[in-house]
């Protein structure tokens, strides 16, 4: 629920930066590409509101969309919106390959098999060149979540994004 993180935004508004917590329907009730579309409509609802391309972040499943908001085609989705909506991101300890997630107990609620879980995984989307992505994890999560942040790194700035990495204590 945003209300659970609206206080995220407090630092930011001191700073002039505007902020928006969006929330989402959780898996089981929806797939997670019914997610990914929610977060897209969230996204084309503030350009339209405010006319201002967007940053995005999010953390473990916010990671995840992020990184599926900066490596959507916005302009082949919504015409009128500009190729770049979304043009940076900063995903933490995000997940961005789900095929791992398959045969673990949580599957019984993402409901993935191996097509869809590759479709709606941002490590295997093409990225427009330029793009941003920052995808940093702490010292202290598992070698997955790692392994994930230096894979989407390493495989988007073969696509020419501009991709960083970095592990904090």
Request: hydrophobic share 45%.
């Amino acid at each position: 629920d945003p209300s659970s993180f609206s206080h995220m935004a407090r630092g930011l508004n001191e700073r002039g930066v505007a902020a928006a917590v969006v929330g989402y329907d959780l898996c089981p009730i929806v797939t997670v590409g019914d997610i990914i579309e929610q977060i897209r409509r969230a996204c084309v609802f503030l350009w339209l509101r405010f006319g201002r391309r967007l940053m995005v972040s999010g953390h473990s499943a916010g990671g995840h969309l992020a990184a599926a908001m900066v490596a959507t085609d916005w302009h082949a989705l919504y015409p009128k919106a500009p190729p770049d909506l979304v043009p940076a991101g900063y995903a933490i300890s995000g997940v961005f390959d789900l095929t791992p997630l398959i045969g673990l107990s949580m599957n019984q609620d993402l409901r993935l098999d191996a097509e869809e879980a590759r479709r709606v995984s941002p490590l295997f989307w093409p990225v427009a060149p330029g793009r941003v992505l920052d995808a940093v994890v702490g010292d202290l999560e598992s070698r997955e979540f790692k392994r994930q942040s230096r894979t989407i790194v390493e495989a988007w700035r073969k696509g020419l994004a501009q991709t960083g990495h970095q592990e904090f204590p």
